[in-house]
């Protein structure tokens, strides 16, 4: 493939899901969306087992996880036609944590807008690249490609406001959504819609980010139909097949840059809020040539409270450790999709805190652990790289919620509140000098929420907002 042509073909697929993200964050209702822009859009490769294709620069564990999502909304969905949008937030099918609402829809490519060459230059995709690709005769029954949003939502149920509760299993943590339509052949299914709404404690604020995700998912298909409606559709696949070899070879590449050997750490969770004992999370990475397979062994059981972290997450954080050491590695740009991937393997023991049975808690998981276990790997890779993997950072997402009611006459259109944030505590230190303070670091990405934001939206004042000097300890 021309380079030239990849990267523009790169910066293409990255533009739809930053288009998507735009979209989303500008018509979201809640603060948590619209202001710290807690979500992330991508876009994926149609087929039996779909492959992120694209995504925007979004949160980290959201966009490491979202393949599993993807899948099981293809597994438990399909087939689909167009107009047909999939939700889930369910952890063990293909969530991570019941505030996190993933909507998946299939983008079906307009046929009357190209020509049939266009589609089918002599042979099908299927012949041209791979058999996972559906074929040119079902254009019309099959999508090439999908778009997925997923977005923190500030409350989804559950025993207290901001679904982030002291838990100890998943049913107390809010509304549990199994992968179903929630747009049906382009008709809203107003069954589903109302059951969300009904079950949190502000469903005005649900109401308006839904369909925000739902108008982030129609900029997505509109922008991946008018990519194929200029190069045309044997093109752009085999473009977007090319880029994900192409990632692939160049992470392998970085791969090959750790010296071989195997490389183990343990770090502690200081407690999952139900008892006062450490949990450790252990990690064995074995570099051999151009793979890396990553062995969670002698990580704890799974807890009584709600720091239980489902594959996905596990996935996220070491997928999230691997392009961090490879961009720096190779001094080069990455593109983010599936082909990084390719060099991992990862094993996490059954039942363990990395891979809890059903109706185990998983709230902090996602927001914890998650953190965590990036310090994990990392400490694990600095064996190999000391003078690349920096110091851990601030190992948690600081997680803060509450909610109550509105006074009478504050808000014309709900009667409660619930607020979640997560409070940057900075990054650790490297060889060139002090981690940046007051940010949030890796499997976070977000904003803080403005002041005035929160006094403006809920009936609260803020009368300090500073760093805490000193607060993290040197570095």
Known sequence: MDAATLTI?????ASVAEEMGVTLGRTAYSPNIKERLDYSC???LGGERPKMLAQAAHIPVHLGAMPASVRAAVERCAPFRPGDVVILNDPYLGGNHLPDITLVSPVFLNRDQYSVDQYSVGRSPTDLLTTDLLTTDLLTTAPYFLVASRAHH?????????SMPLSTELYQEGII???LKLVDGGQRNEAVWQLILRNVRTPWERDGDLAAQLAAHATGAT??????????????LAQAHALLDYTESLTRAAVRLIPDGRYTFTDYLDDDGRTDEPIPIAVAIAVDGDTLAVDFTGTAAAVTGNLNAVPAIVDAAV???LRCVALRLLGADLPMNAGGFAPLTIHVPLGSLLDPRPPHAVAAGNVET?????DVVFGALAQALPDLVPAAG?????NLTFGGDYPDGWHAAAAQFAYYETIGGGAGAGRAGDGASGVHVHMSNTRNTPVEALEYGMPIRITEYALCEGSGGRG
């Open 177 to 179: 959504i199994p992968p």
């Open 223 to 236: 922008r991946l139909n008018e990519i194929v409606g200029r190069y045309g559709l044997r093109e752009t």
């Open 370 to 374: 998650s953190q965590r276990l990036v």
């Open 394 to 398: 601030q190992g948690t997402m600081n």
């Open 154 to 162: 500030a409350d989804v149920g559950g025993i207290s406001p901001g």
């Open 319 to 321: 997928a999230y450790c």
């Open 9 to 13: 073909f790169n910066h293409l697929f």
């Open 42 to 44: 991508a876009v994926f």
